[in-house]
């Protein structure tokens, strides 16, 4: 009467963690190499821009991909910690925040790196968790492109125009905050000196 025989669920889910890890590993394995991983992605976006103008369909699949992707964006250069934001980062004892004046930098002397809300990798990366991921989504968006509920009939300039308005808005809203707390979310250009 006693079975050692484990669950019949058991060993799919099993199999499931162990294709988990083996997926995540190939996922790691990749990041060194950001050219070919953003390579990639640019890649399955033009390729889903081509299927776009090809049927001249699938504007509001378009318009989903634009707003995702203008979403992603905006948590890749926004701060992990966000000074406007001090009810939020109080919960968080200890947490660094973005130097406000020179004062604050000069005064402990310490180096404080921007913290991204999103890293770079999970911006890219194809099964992210959370699902923060451009090459998935454009991935998803072609294969939208392919299935014909998908193509929901819409004026494609107002579309357009609204995306751009949309996008104009929240980029002015966010160059005014890097501009009030004093901070570039890229790091071109800039040299790190330690001991100095």
């Known amino acids: 009467m006693d079975s050692t025989e484990p669950p019949a669920g058991a060993n799919a889910v099993e199999a499931a963690k162990r294709y988990n890890q083996v997926f995540q590993s190939y996922l790691d394995r990749t990041t060194p190499f950001p050219l070919y991983r953003w390579g990639s992605t ?26 995702y992707l203008l979403n992603l964006f905006l948590a890749f250069i926004t701060p992990k910690f ?9 919960a968080e004892e200890g947490a660094p925040t973005l130097p406000t004046s020179k004062g604050d930098l000069a005064a402990d002397g310490e180096f404080r ?14 099964l992210a968790l959370p699902p923060y991921s ?8 072609f294969i939208a492109a392919f299935i014909p509920v998908f193509d929901v009939p819409v004026f494609w300039p107002i579309l357009v125009m609204y995306f751009c308005i949309l996008t104009f808005i929240t980029m002015r809203r966010q160059i005014a905050h890097m501009r009030k707390y004093k901070y570039l979310p890229f790091d071109m250009g800039r040299k790190s000196t330690y001991g100095h």
């Not at 399955?44 to 299927?51: A, D, G, Q, W």
């Not at 966000?82 to 980062?89: G, N």
């Not at 451009?134 to 968006?141: D, E, I, R």
């Open 113 to 126: 790196p921007f913290i991204r809300r999103l890293p770079e990798f999970k911006f890219w990366s194809v």
């Open 134 to 141: 451009a090459t998935k989504a454009c991935s998803f968006a």
């Open 82 to 90: 966000d000074p406007a934001l001090e009810a939020d980062t109080d």
């Open 42 to 67: 640019v890649a399955v976006f033009l390729l889903f821009t081509l299927r776009i103008v090809w049927v001249q369909a699938y504007y509001i699949v378009a318009y989903a991909l634009g707003i």
